[in-house]
Structures are given as C-alpha cells and as structure tokens.
C-alpha cells in the first residue's frame, strides 16, 4: 500500500482554499454590483447585453433583456445612439464618456455613459462595459443656473436699455430749455451737456445691443460716436472730413465710459475751433493695441492749431477741464503735439478682466 506524503494533502488543502477565495470574491464582486447606484452593462459585439444591473427604482429585471439588444429597453433614436458610441469604442479602442439623456416612465433622466473596451489575452476587444451614472440633479441644478443667470441678463438688459431712455429724456430737457434761452453761453453750455449726456446715452446702448452687457468693443462704439458728434455740427462734409481707424479693443463700462467723454470732448472741441469758415481739412480719430497690451488713442486735426497760452495743466475751460479729470479716472498719459495742427496722444493700461 503506497503512503501519499503530507505535502500531498497540503497541495489539496490549498487547492480547496483557493476555489473557495475565487468564489467568495465572486460572491462579493456580484454583490458590489448588484449594490452599486450605477446601472452597469457588458454588451457583446452585437451590442446584446451580455450582464446587466441596474438600482431598483429603474424596475428592470436583467433576465428580460440579457441577450437582447437596448432597443428592448429603450426609443429606437436612443438606442441608435448608444450603439453608436459602442462601435465607436469597438473601433478606436479608447474608452469613452458622454452626456445624453433618455425619457424613462414618462421622466427626463440624463445620464454620464462611461464606456470601455474588454479585452481578451491576446488583446482582442471582445465585449464592451458600460456604467451609466444618474447625473439628473446635476443636471437639473445647472438649468436653474443657467435660467437664473439668463433672468440677470434679461434685467441687466433692460436696466441698460431704461438708462438710455432716462438720458435720453435729459438731452431732450436740455434742448428744451435752449430752445427758451435767449443768451448765447447757456445756448451752448446746454448743447456741450446734451453731447456729454448722449455720449454716455451711447454707451448703454451698445451693451443693450450687445452679446456681452458688461463690456464694449471700443472700436465700434467709438467709430459711432466720432461720426454723431461729428455729424451734430453740421460741418460740410466737402470740406471737412472725419476719418476713423480703430483696432478692436475690448473695454469693461467703467473705462469704456471717460473714453467715450475724451472722444466727444476732443472731437467737438475740433468741430468747434480747429478750421476757420471755407478751410478744408480733416480729424482723424485712431484707436490701436500697444506690443504692451495699453491702449492708444489719437485724436488729430490739421487745424489752425491751439491759441497761445493754453496750458493743459491749468485749464481754464470746462471742456479741458473734463478732460484733464477722465485722464486722471483712467490712470493714462497724455501727450499734445502741436506741430500741424493739433493732436492729443492718451495712453493707459486696461482694466483687469480685458486683455485681448
């Protein structure tokens, strides 16, 4: 009778052990997923479902559907669009993520479908896993953002637009009243404040109209404002032409505002002064980018130039005044050269938030 050694028993012992752990870890992993708030899927190349499990209140019982395609569970445009990112995952081999949504029980659900190729030993895809994450609230959070986001746009709209009319109403009380004055100052000191006025008029109206209601493109608003001032001293346009080349340039409304004013300012005061009656000449209003992201305006005649004994420093009208004021408000640099004509050079950095 042949004696079978200890080391014998032992190979069986761990033998039994080890079918034991791989069906314990089975057990465990069938749990986890059965468990799991994911509806979890392997489909075969066919797109048939080769497992399936879902949370209960899907009310789905995987031994319905296994062998069967999504269709049994899904509209035929839904079930399309899975199988397209199956063969899609099937093709590339890369995993991939995507948002979509399914009408379940008469409900809206969105869902975030994670899908990976498997592969066997030889690196052959033969099955492709998917796990599809409840994502609704989620969802349904960023729509109430996004209403209430446009809610404050609409307003903010709507306070630009109300803005606009109110300085429009004061232009027009101040043309009003020049219409009863009978003294020529207060005929164009109303005139120089319906020009302020309008100016800052024309800046909520850009952003009423505009994509963006916090910011303005310089370029356009100052080309429209050049042309209205220009056009609201009824200069002969044979004689006196106004050219404008402006870069874009993005601008938030507490800077977009005393350039606006400077331009206005500048402009009128060449309408007004720079050309004496049957002179033919020309303003030049120029916007452009700095290599040091600043922003340069120009704004250029070639007038009979400025009266003698004007210093900027000490300015004794109110329109240099201004001027000197929205020079210090944008923090920028002036320079006045005087050699044919006039021409004021300002310079000043943009505002955080509007880098090009």
């Known amino acids: 009778m042949s004696k079978i050694s200890e080391s014998h028993f032992s190979k069986i012992d761990q033998t039994d052990n080890l079918a034991e752990l791989v069906q314990q870890t089975r057990q465990n992993l069938h749990l986890l997923l059965e468990s799991a708030d994911d509806v979890i899927a392997i489909h075969d190349l066919e797109w048939r ?101 446009e809610e404050k746009e609409l307003l903010l709209r709507e306070i630009h637009h109300r803005v606009k009319n109110n300085l429009q109403l004061i232009s027009s009380l101040l043309s009003l009243q020049s219409s009863f004055s009978s003294e020529l100052n207060t005929d164009k000191a109303l005139e120089q404040c319906q020009g302020r006025i309008r100016t800052i008029a024309l800046v909520h109206d850009s952003l009423y109209q505009s994509d963006n209601l916090t910011r303005i493109n310089l370029a356009d608003y100052a080309q429209r404002l050049a042309s209205e001032t220009f056009y609201a001293f009824s200069l002969d346009p044979e004689s006196i032409s106004l050219i404008c080349d402006c870069d874009p340039v993005i601008l938030n409304i507490d800077q977009a505002i005393p ?69 210090r408000q944008l923090n920028a640099k002036m320079t006045l050269d005087v050699n044919h004509g006039t021409c004021f050079i300002i310079g000043f950095g943009r505002a955080d938030g509007t880098e090009e």
């Open 49 to 149: 479902y080769l497992y399936f499990t879902s949370p209960p209140r899907f009310h789905i019982q995987p031994q319905n559907i296994l062998g069967k395609t999504c269709q049994c569970l899904l509209s035929e445009e839904e079930s399309r669009i899975i199988e397209q990112n199956l063969e899609k995952v099937t093709r590339t081999g890369q995993n991939l993520t995507v948002e979509r949504k399914i009408f379940w029980e008469g409900k809206t659900i969105w869902f975030s479908d994670h899908l990976f190729p498997l592969q066997n030993q030889q690196g052959q895809i033969v099955s492709i896993a998917r796990i599809c994450r409840d994502i609704t609230e989620r969802k349904n959070a960023e729509l109430k953002l996004k209403e209430s986001l």
């Open 259 to 327: 350039c606006g004013l400077l331009i206005n300012e500048l402009i009128s005061n060449a309408c007004r002064h720079a050309f004496a009656p049957g002179r033919l000449g020309r303003i030049e209003l120029n916007i452009s980018n700095s290599p040091e992201n600043n922003i340069n305006i120009v704004v250029s005649d070639n007038g009979i130039g400025l009266p003698d004994g004007i210093d900027l420093e000490k300015p004794m009208t109110l329109g240099f005044t201004l001027v000197k004021g929205l020079i």
